[in-house]
């Protein structure tokens, strides 16, 4: 019903930078879904990484990224955005767009639906 493909993940070196694309499409998506973004490394739980209401007037991001990485929305066209800056190894991992119907919403939101996920690897 919902579906949420990521992309521009990639290989990028320390200090480099990243945006991904979070397209979504289906005849139940609306554009009073807030967003997320998620992330899981291997070997590690996946966490939280930012969200944004559904006129983006509200942003939320992980102490590890605020600074350095900005969620952003276009509704015209059904995207999300993470631009990630200052890259460091430790953001590896496979980052993920996920949906709620929850306006405004938070860490602890129920997301809906899931993406398949786009590769981020930094190196060092």
Known sequence: QV???ESGGGLVQTGGSLRLSCAASGRTFSSDYGMGW???APGKEREFVAAISWNGGMLYYADSVKGRFTISRVNANNTVYLQMNTLKPE???VYYCA???NRYPTTYSPY???GQ?????VSS
Do not use: C, I, K, S
Not at 117 to 121: E, L, S
């Open 91 to 93: 953001d590896t991992a």
């Open 112 to 114: 809906n639906y899931w």
């Open 117 to 121: 996920g786009t590769q981020v690897t």
């Open 3 to 5: 579906q949420l493909v």
């Open 99 to 101: 949906a709620t119907m």
């Open 38 to 40: 998620f992330r899981q």
